[in-house]
């Protein structure tokens, strides 16, 4: 910085009248206030399901301090299914591997649509198609996560005669679409147009051009882009209710009903019985975990080249 631009500066921070120093206090102090509101509500209810959870996880006792506490610890959360209704011990192994799978399944769905209207919105503008799609995915973007249950519903459930994974599957998918084709559409933009313009000089198709070339450049962003998109589903339960509706038991077929975290934790919380509600604060925690884990996956592919 110059002498001069230092002087300048200078005397700007000199000249503030007092009327405009309190003015920017109060208004940094209520910007505080804002964030503190906003973001306090959600450290306490982490918190919470930390010190809940946590314990309610790994069957700890903390009342009998903490050398004690880890006397009756056991993984039975992780290997074991529900106990019957009011039963103390049992798990969540069914509802873990159920989410898994659906997720693994809508990813099917969402990612092949998403990243192929995002190809179509960024390669081809001037389609006739394209306001149509771009309309249809707004559209999708903004439909509540239950009413795309319904829609599940009657695509599969009535249709099939029964609830099932696959259909909890596809309300996810659909529920994917949007962010997957739109997070698409932004990265492909990004591409310089001169890497389009030389891969078409050297005589490449323009779908073999967006194949091997476009994509890969803004693989970085896509790949965020489906994180975020199973980071925002995983959590969905009310989708589920109508579609997956739930099983007691390890079920690895999509063609049957199946569990999922969100369904347990709402069913858990919701029941009357202590330990249904200590495995809902677990499966919280454990649900909670898995999407930190995903958006921290996101921000480590969106930083790829």
Do not use: C
Not at 265 to 285: P, V
């Amino acid at each position: 910085m110059s002498a001069a631009t230092k002087a300048m500066t200078s005397s700007r921070e000199t000249t503030l009248s007092p009327v405009r120093k309190t003015t920017n206090a109060v208004m940094g102090g209520l910007i505080l206030l804002a964030t503190v509101v906003v973001v306090l509500p959600l450290i306490l209810i982490f918190l919470y399901l930390l010190r809940e959870g946590f314990a309610s996880m790994f069957n700890l006792d903390f009342s009998k301090g903490f050398a004690g506490a880890f006397q009756n610890a056991n993984l039975n959360f992780f290997t074991h299914v529900p106990a019957p209704e009011g039963e103390k011990g049992g798990g969540m192994l069914n509802a873990i591997l159920g989410t898994l799978e659906m997720l693994a399944l809508a990813s099917v769905i969402g990612v092949g649509v998403g990243v192929a209207g995002g190809i179509f919105l960024a390669e081809y503008p001037k389609h006739p198609l394209m306001p149509t799609i771009r309309m249809i995915s707004d559209v999708l973007g903004g439909i509540p996560a239950i009413v795309m249950g319904l829609v599940a519903y009657g695509l599969m459930v009535l249709t099939m005669g029964h609830f099932s994974g696959l259909a909890g599957a596809l309300a996810l998918g659909f529920l994917m679409i949007p962010i997957v084709v739109r997070t698409a559409e932004e990265v492909l933009k990004l591409v310089p147009q001169t890497v389009r313009e030389a891969g078409l000089a050297l005589g490449l198709p323009k779908w073999l051009v967006i194949m091997k070339i476009v994509l890969p450049a803004a693989a970085g962003g896509i790949i965020t882009g489906i994180m975020l998109s199973l980071a925002r589903v995983a959590g969905e339960a009310a989708p589920l209710l109508f579609t997956a509706f739930g099983n007691n038991q390890v079920s690895t077929d999509p063609l049957k009903p199946m569990s999922a975290l969100p369904l347990e934790i709402f069913r858990g919380a919701t029941s009357a019985y202590d330990e249904n509600q200590r495995l809902a604060k677990a499966g919280a925690l454990l649900l909670i975990a898995m999407i930190f884990v995903t958006s921290l996956l996101a921000r480590r592919f969106s930083r790829l080249k």
